[in-house]
Protein backbone atom coordinates (compact mmCIF):
# COMPACT_ATOMS: atom_id res chain seq x y z
CA UNK A 1 0.00 0.00 0.00
CA UNK A 2 1.39 3.32 -0.72
CA UNK A 3 1.62 6.31 2.17
CA UNK A 4 -1.45 7.91 1.16
CA UNK A 5 -3.64 4.94 1.39
CA UNK A 6 -2.61 3.87 5.12
CA UNK A 7 -2.79 7.66 6.31
CA UNK A 8 -6.56 7.38 4.93
CA UNK A 9 -7.09 3.88 6.72
CA UNK A 10 -5.14 5.07 10.21
CA UNK A 11 -7.75 7.97 10.35
CA UNK A 12 -10.31 5.91 9.31
CA UNK A 13 -9.82 3.76 12.17
CA UNK A 14 -9.07 6.53 14.56
CA UNK A 15 -12.80 7.57 13.83
CA UNK A 16 -14.09 4.09 14.09
CA UNK A 17 -12.84 3.85 17.42
CA UNK A 18 -14.25 7.41 19.02
CA UNK A 19 -17.58 6.79 17.22
CA UNK A 20 -17.84 3.38 19.21
CA UNK A 21 -16.15 4.77 22.31
CA UNK A 22 -18.99 7.49 22.08
CA UNK A 23 -21.89 5.57 21.59
CA UNK A 24 -20.55 3.32 24.69
CA UNK A 25 -20.64 6.37 26.52
CA UNK A 26 -23.64 7.41 25.81
CA UNK A 27 -25.29 4.14 26.64
CA UNK A 28 -24.35 4.43 29.66
CA UNK A 29 -25.78 7.18 31.03
CA UNK A 30 -28.73 7.43 32.93
CA UNK A 31 -31.96 8.88 31.65
CA UNK A 32 -32.47 12.60 32.00
CA UNK A 33 -34.49 13.42 35.40
CA UNK A 34 -36.44 16.79 36.16
CA UNK A 35 -34.09 17.95 39.04
CA UNK A 36 -36.69 19.24 41.44
CA UNK A 37 -39.54 16.60 41.26
CA UNK A 38 -36.43 13.50 41.46
CA UNK A 39 -34.69 15.70 44.33
CA UNK A 40 -38.39 14.73 46.05
CA UNK A 41 -38.91 11.38 45.42
CA UNK A 42 -35.39 10.49 46.33
CA UNK A 43 -36.54 10.49 49.82
CA UNK A 44 -39.42 7.40 49.03
CA UNK A 45 -37.53 5.05 46.72
CA UNK A 46 -36.99 1.94 48.10
CA UNK A 47 -33.24 2.58 47.92
CA UNK A 48 -30.51 4.62 47.90
CA UNK A 49 -27.06 5.11 46.33
CA UNK A 50 -23.74 4.38 48.61
CA UNK A 51 -19.87 4.94 47.45
CA UNK A 52 -18.08 2.43 48.35
CA UNK A 53 -13.92 1.10 47.35
CA UNK A 54 -14.80 -0.79 44.09
CA UNK A 55 -17.80 1.66 43.31
CA UNK A 56 -21.62 1.83 43.77
CA UNK A 57 -23.87 -0.13 45.50
CA UNK A 58 -27.64 -0.35 46.14
CA UNK A 59 -28.77 -0.56 49.02
CA UNK A 60 -32.40 -1.22 49.87
CA UNK A 61 -34.10 0.51 52.65
CA UNK A 62 -36.24 -3.19 53.38
CA UNK A 63 -32.92 -4.74 54.11
CA UNK A 64 -32.37 -6.83 51.33
CA UNK A 65 -28.90 -7.52 50.26
CA UNK A 66 -26.92 -5.02 48.72
CA UNK A 67 -26.23 -4.94 44.87
CA UNK A 68 -23.07 -4.42 43.67
CA UNK A 69 -23.38 -3.78 39.60
CA UNK A 70 -20.78 -2.76 37.24
CA UNK A 71 -20.14 0.72 37.42
CA UNK A 72 -21.80 1.19 33.97
CA UNK A 73 -25.15 -0.48 34.83
CA UNK A 74 -25.46 1.27 37.88
CA UNK A 75 -28.02 3.91 36.08
CA UNK A 76 -29.72 1.74 34.05
CA UNK A 77 -30.34 -0.42 37.30
CA UNK A 78 -31.97 2.71 39.33
CA UNK A 79 -34.26 4.03 36.58
CA UNK A 80 -35.34 0.40 35.96
CA UNK A 81 -36.01 0.07 40.28
CA UNK A 82 -37.22 4.28 39.70
CA UNK A 83 -39.98 2.92 37.41
CA UNK A 84 -41.34 0.27 38.83
CA UNK A 85 -41.29 2.31 42.20
CA UNK A 86 -43.13 4.71 40.38
CA UNK A 87 -45.71 2.62 38.65
CA UNK A 88 -46.69 0.90 42.34
CA UNK A 89 -46.46 4.09 44.48
CA UNK A 90 -47.29 7.06 42.49
CA UNK A 91 -50.28 8.44 41.28
CA UNK A 92 -51.62 11.80 39.23
CA UNK A 93 -54.25 13.77 40.19
CA UNK A 94 -54.71 16.74 37.61
CA UNK A 95 -51.23 18.25 37.90
CA UNK A 96 -50.92 16.93 41.30
CA UNK A 97 -48.52 13.87 41.86
CA UNK A 98 -49.66 11.60 45.29
CA UNK A 99 -46.98 9.65 46.19
CA UNK A 100 -48.22 6.96 48.54
CA UNK A 101 -46.97 4.19 50.73
CA UNK A 102 -46.84 0.14 50.56
CA UNK A 103 -50.46 0.21 52.08
CA UNK A 104 -51.37 2.60 49.81
CA UNK A 105 -51.18 5.62 52.29
CA UNK A 106 -50.60 8.85 51.13
CA UNK A 107 -47.23 10.41 52.07
CA UNK A 108 -46.82 13.39 49.97
CA UNK A 109 -48.59 15.85 47.46
CA UNK A 110 -46.82 17.39 44.88
CA UNK A 111 -47.97 20.63 42.47
CA UNK A 112 -46.51 19.48 39.72
CA UNK A 113 -45.55 22.46 36.30
CA UNK A 114 -46.57 21.49 33.08
CA UNK A 115 -42.95 20.34 31.83
CA UNK A 116 -42.81 18.16 35.36
CA UNK A 117 -45.96 16.42 34.65
CA UNK A 118 -45.10 15.87 30.76
CA UNK A 119 -41.37 14.59 32.74
CA UNK A 120 -43.65 12.27 35.15
CA UNK A 121 -45.64 10.42 32.79
CA UNK A 122 -42.97 10.00 30.53
CA UNK A 123 -40.27 8.55 32.69
CA UNK A 124 -42.61 6.47 35.17
CA UNK A 125 -45.40 5.47 32.30
CA UNK A 126 -48.22 6.76 34.45
Given amino acids: MDKNKKSILLILLVVIFFVVGFIGFKSSL ?3 KNERVYGILQEYLPYKIEKRTGGLAIVYKDGREKE ?3 NS ?3 HITDKLDKE ?7 LDGNVLIVLSKDKQELKRLDLSSQELVWVKDFFGI
Avoid at 85 to 91: D, P, V
Fill in 30 to 32: PEN
Fill in 85 to 91: WGKESLR
Fill in 68 to 70: KPK
Fill in 73 to 75: QIF
